[in-house]
């Protein structure tokens, strides 16, 4: 996943990536479910150390490979870049899912009430990301995993043709500066 492709390159480390086919279920094919019995990408495998979900693979990277750090170590503002990591989750991709789903499928198919719903959630979560950037650079006063974790699901919204509204100018001078760091094109999957 993007995510952890940024942590990595985010902190010099060096890895081999294994691409699985998902449209064709290879996540689902016996040798993959040993690495990771739920089927789900990505997984890490660090020194026969095997690791689940971009978030606690993220974790994970931290706690062995601490320099450079991508969490502060003020305890107050670990916790708020692990809350922004979760809100990347939790809160922003499902909102964005309602759009992207919808608009994979042929127009006449697609649920017009629920993209419209999925738009206004994300001008929702860009005010209130707009409000918390306020006077910082970053969410957690430095590029943390919270940042790191929005990547992925703003590059998809920009990727669907939607941009950051100009109403939002913290988030999209902070977007801007997430786009320009070398981590985030040397991220991107191949074609």
Known sequence: MRKT???LLEKG?????????????????????????????????DDGVVVHDSTIINEYLEDK????????????????????????????????????MNLRKPEAERDQEKIREGEREMRDHFAFLDRELNGRQFFAGMLSLGDI?????????????????????????????????????RSLPPD
């Open 149 to 185: 974790s929005f990547a992925p699901p703003l590059a998809n919204y920009e990727r669907a043709g939607y941009k950051i509204g100009p109403e939002f100018p913290h988030l999209r001078a902070w977007w801007e500066r997430m786009k320009s760091r070398p981590s985030f094109a």
């Open 65 to 100: 490979y601490p320099s450079p750090p991508l969490l502060p170590k003020d305890p107050a503002m670990r916790a708020r870049a692990r809350s922004f990591e979760d809100y990347a989750d939790a809160y922003l991709a499902p909102s964005l899912f309602k759009i992207l």
């Open 5 to 7: 492709r940024i942590a």
């Open 13 to 45: 480390l060096q890895w081999e990536t294994t691409w699985l086919d998902l449209a064709k279920g290879e996540q689902k094919k016996p040798e993959y479910l040993k690495i990771n019995p739920v089927g789900k990408v990505p997984a890490l495998i």
